[in-house]
């Protein structure tokens, strides 16, 4: 079966959770108001492409390659991230709803997060070495063995991070973010 090539081309508003995507190598492709929600895109390779206002919630992404990807206003609900092609996985996101996805054992050095909200989030075992997570609500993630050296968390909230338990050199916290790295002692801080 022959798999299509597509380079610097543009889709709207498409919903592939009706039309399946085609099998192959989409490069610096845009996407804008398309629907990928509960969708199988398995196995397709997303090279420097953006994301704008698509909808991806529960979408199968077992194998699927996402290089140097852009995510703008996106809905990546219960996304497994870490079923995907993890060799030179790189992203970013703004303004993302990424409730009950899984990072888990990835390598994501350098992403940013950008007035996400990552509830339930599993970063068990992530790197996320560099990570900025700017404005970004972390209710419920979880942070086990997840390395966040020099990561960037000043400006977001409602994280808990156990600092015995997650490499945090360097790491950068608010005075009002404290609270969460110190959560399981049981203490008032006032």
């Known amino acids: 079966m022959n798999e299509a090539f597509y380079e610097g081309k543009e889709f709207k508003g498409i919903n592939y959770s009706e039309k399946k995507i085609s099998n192959g190598d989409y490069e610096n492709c845009q996407f804008i108001n398309c629907a990928f929600a509960n969708a199988d895109i398995s196995a397709v390779n997303f090279v420097e492409c953006t994301f704008r206002n698509c909808d991806f919630s529960n979408a199968k992404i077992y194998g699927t390659s996402l290089r140097n990807i852009q995510f703008h206003n996106c809905k990546l609900m219960g996304l497994r991230f870490d079923e995907g092609n993890d060799l030179l996985m790189s992203m970013d996101f703004n303004g993302c ?31 996320l070495t560099n990570a900025v997570f700017d404005e970004c609500n972390l209710s419920g993630a979880k942070f086990d063995h997840t390395i966040l050296e020099k990561a960037d968390f000043r400006t977001s909230h409602n994280y808990i991070i156990d600092p015995e338990n997650n490499k945090i050199t360097k790491a950068k916290f608010s005075t009002f973010g404290i609270i969460g790295l110190l959560y399981k002692y049981n203490i008032e801080v006032e």
């Open 97 to 127: 709803i990424l409730n009950f996805s899984s990072f888990i054992e990835l390598d994501l050095k350098n992403t940013n997060f950008t007035k996400c909200n990552l509830q339930e989030v599993d970063f068990t075992a992530t790197d």
